[in-house]
């Protein structure tokens, strides 16, 4: 069972690590991590790199995709090789998933339209510029395509999947296994819940990197 996991300068760690540490465990898995080019990718602070093994041209029918995202896919949007490869692998995969705004890059290959999908909830308003319904929930399936939403929610994805994929009781053994057991010392995880001015400081400090 091949796992592309897609990366780009600007990625968000934790969108495909999350999910990684969930489906690299899976019987049979073979992960494999691409972009466009092989070779090292930076995250979006610069500080961490990981690499891409694979050029896009060598992965082209993975069981599995998982887009995540970053404040690069703003560009991506825009990128038709990116598409173009998201699209072409969507055609034969078992799943196609997202995490965080790795959603709007599924939504602009034209994979969301008319369906019911999340993303960062900063840019979940934008999946409908694209024919996709916003929804405010933390991992949406419509058929074979799995969306989540901000970051740590990709492990949530995983686990949806894995369970899928190999049950209910592998899935909990995985999430025992990781001791993904959320005890967070704030409440303020959601745009729902944080105080209104922790939700305009974060404003602040995205509008100094978008």
């Not at 899928?164 to 296994?177: R, S």
């Amino acid at each position: 069972m091949q796992i592309a996991c897609f990366l780009f300068d600007g990625i968000t760690a934790l969108d495909i690590v999350g999910p990684y540490e969930v489906l690299q465990r899976l019987p049979e898995a073979d992960v494999r991590f691409v972009a466009k080019q092989a070779g090292e990718i930076r995250t979006d602070n610069k500080f961490l790199a990981l690499v891409a093994d694979h050029g896009i041209d060598e992965i082209t029918e993975p069981d599995i995709v998982v887009v995540p995202g970053g404040f690069a896919t703003r560009a991506l949007e825009h990128d038709e090789e990116t598409l173009d490869w998201i699209r072409a692998v969507d055609a034969n995969t078992t799943w196609t998933t997202s995490v965080c705004t790795g959603s709007m890059l599924l939504a602009a290959a034209g994979l969301l339209e008319g369906k019911e999908a999340t993303s960062h909830w900063a840019s979940l308003p934008r999946l409908a510029d694209y024919g996709a319904i916003p929804t405010a929930r933390r991992v949406v399936e419509q058929g074979k395509v799995i969306t989540a939403a901000g970051v740590s929610s990709g492990i949530d994805m995983g686990l949806t999947l894995a369970a899928k994929i190999a049950g209910d009781e592998f899935a909990q053994a995985v999430q025992l296994g990781i001791e993904y057991d959320p005890q967070p010392p704030f409440d303020a995880g959601s745009v729902e819940k944080a105080p209104d001015q922790i939700v305009e400081l974060l404003a602040n400090m995205y509008a100094g990197r978008v």
